[in-house]
């Protein structure tokens, strides 16, 4: 029996079946997908079961570094009987594809887009098959992938066309007989539609299983087709609405879908729910399918409707007393746009802002299969919580595309608070002083002489250590506070994350020679040294704050080899000492800590 499936996306295949044999295996799967999601899948069109202990699949290609590997072996076993199929997938694929596949492996099945794996006849002692260029033993393929019609072999299903009926060896050929599918796509791995086994009867079910739509929309379509195997038409079945509030769609109850060889059908489901406040569900079937097609297991298709209009960051993490959310604990819905990196190598870290506010995302592990880029406008789904008085995103459950935002020109600010959490911000004349903590990220002390804060360096910006001596800085808001007092408060210890090395600049005063060899110790505690030339002529030393104020003068004697400044009744900061002499004014920057 063969099973066609009702796809919930358009997928329009040509008829007309190629004069090929059907007499040996052929790969008739490819899935490469995020992390070790990847499997392969072998079919057998023969009219008799057939000894898989004559075959075995062959890995080669390219590592990371560009260089090429030996081939990797895996025998097969077992028997595989007619029109059935044996998935090979990774050990470490997610449960959904170790539970389909036949064998788990952890060698051949570690393909990445530039590798070729290859289908190998131990009878014949050839190359049956092959996925990628098999011959290519010298560069990786341009962009370390193969092209494959709208995708290609790396973060992409293929299935090979209902019309293909034997193995090709030859990629330049065998390259367009592959549909193409997003990435981690698995309802097609366990089963292949091949003409080369005539069909008897067919199974109707969903493709997907779910589909979100919002009340801000009038209507969603659920489009339909039949997988070409046979050249069938007016097959019908019944869409019909199993739970939920018929309410909400229309008052929807049936619609038949109508579907042949050629033509697609789409059912329309009106949406009618202005007044929708919180996320709901909506469950649909298939029913009463017409004469030739069989309903298998009940399949079920799930409509998630969100409210049209997403609460504003400002309204999820406006501050309670205690400098924390007061939204805290709340499940919400927000959008905004992306701003700086993924501050994770594994999950989720990134700030959003929406003209509001701005807020953390933070998912400890999964990706949702979404790629951090600046700008992007995006929609989360998630709990309002804190880290160390971040305010965040967390437990998120959905990440959504929406396409592309604004990211806003940095704020300059003087004083970092609740307010510049999650903003992009910039603050000048900074320098920072002693050493820096951590590993990742580093955080800097910075000061511009009256205000002391924190700079916090992921190395995922890819930033340098090497800071200038004084610099201005953009960056997003930040907080790291472990909570004090009682009741416990997060009101303190904001910072500045710069995302990329341009948003450190340097500025400042130049250092000038006019006869001061050096000023030491810097950073200074009590006291400051200044060495001066043989000889030269010395007025008076002043020291200025970095707004310009001056905050010390001492007379010097003209011919002194060394002048010592006591700076212990200043604050701690960064200050400006300079020397007037015969030869010019010379300024040097000194911290006081």
């Keep these: 029996m063969r099973n066609f499936t009702l796809t919930i996306f ?6 007309g079946l190629s004069a090929q044999n059907c007499s040996n295996l052929f790969i008739s799967e490819y899935l490469e997908g995020s992390s070790n999601n990847k499997a392969i899948e072998i079919y057998n069109p023969t009219g008799a079961a057939v000894n898989l202990s004559n075959y075995k699949l062959i890995l080669r290609g390219f590592n990371n570094l560009g260089t090429y590997f030996a081939p990797d072996t895996m025998p097969l076993s077992g028997s595989l009987g007619s029109g059935s199929v044996y998935v090979v997938a990774n050990v470490s694929s997610n449960a959904t594809i170790a539970n389909i596949a036949n064998a ?14 290859a289908l190998y006849d131990v009878t014949l002692g050839q190359v049956i098959d092959v996925v990628g260029d098999y011959s290519n033993t010298t560069a990786p393929p341009t962009g370390g992938k193969y092209t494959v019609g709208s995708g290609s072999t790396l973060d992409y299903t293929l299935v090979r066309k209902p019309t293909v009926q034997a193995g090709e060896t030859n990629w330049t050929a065998g390259a367009s007989q592959w549909l193409v599918f997003p990435v981690n796509t698995t309802a097609y791995l366990g089963d292949h539609c091949s003409a080369c086994i005539a069909a008897t009867d067919s199974t109707v079910q969903f493709e997907s299983t779910t589909g979100i739509t919002y ?25 019909v609405l199993k739970s939920g509030d018929a309410a909400l769609v229309g008052n929807f109850t049936t619609q038949t879908v109508t579907f042949n060889s050629t033509v697609t059908d789409t059912a329309t489901i009106t949406v009618s729910a202005s007044s929708l406040t919180a996320q709901t569900t909506l469950v649909f079937a298939l029913r009463n399918p017409s004469n030739g097609l069989d309903l298998g297991s009940d399949s079920l298709y799930t409509l998630t409707i969100k409210p049209a209009v997403p609460l504003t960051i400002a309204q999820v993490r406006g501050a309670n007393t205690n400098g924390l959310p007061d939204s805290l604990g ?21 700030t959003i802002n929406d003209g509001t506010a701005g807020i953390g995302v933070f998912s400890p592990t999964n990706d949702f299969g979404y790629t951090v880029n600046e700008g992007d406008s ?21 990440i959504t595309v929406l396409g592309t935002g604004n990211v806003p020109a940095p704020v300059v600010v003087v004083t970092l608070n609740e307010d510049t959490e999650g903003e992009l911000i910039q603050l000048n004349g900074y320098r920072a002083f002693g050493q820096p903590t951590g590993t990742n990220p580093l955080t800097y002390d910075i000061t511009n002489g009256n205000d002391t804060t924190e700079m916090v360096v992921y190395a995922s910006t890819g930033i340098s250590t090497t800071i200038p001596a004084t610099f201005n800085v953009i960056g997003i808001g930040r907080q790291f506070d472990a909570g004090g007092g009682s009741p416990v408060r997060y009101t303190r210890f904001y910072q500045i994350g710069p995302r990329k090395q341009s948003d450190i600049s340097p500025v400042g005063i ?37 707004t310009g104020r001056l905050v010390m003068e001492q007379a010097v004697n003209n011919g002194a080899a060394s002048i010592k400044m006591d700076i212990s009744s200043l604050s701690n900061g960064l200050y400006v000492v300079q020397v007037a002499t015969a030869k010019g004014i010379s300024s040097h920057k000194v911290v006081k800590q």
Excluded: W
């Design 104 to 117: 788990l492996t952890d060698s051949v099945i570690n393909f990445n887009g530039d590798d070729a794996i």
């Design 330 to 350: 709340v499940v919400a819905i927000v959008r905004g746009t992306v701003l700086g990196v993924n501050l994770r190598s594994s999950g989720l870290n990134f």
């Design 10 to 15: 358009s997928m329009l295949l040509a008829l």
């Design 510 to 546: 130049e250092e000038v020679y006019s006869g001061v060899l050096a000023v030491y110790p810097n950073p200074a505690n009590n006291v400051v040294n200044i060495s001066l030339e043989a000889n030269t002529q010395t007025e008076s030393v002043k020291v200025f704050d970095f």
């Design 215 to 239: 009340v801000s929309a009038t209507s969603t379509e659920v489009v339909v087709n039949l997988n070409l195997c046979i050249n069938a038409s007016n097959f019908t079945a019944d869409l």
């Design 378 to 398: 995006i929609e989360v789904t998630g709990e309002v919580s804190h880290f160390n008085g971040l305010a965040q995103m967390s437990f998120v459950t959905d």
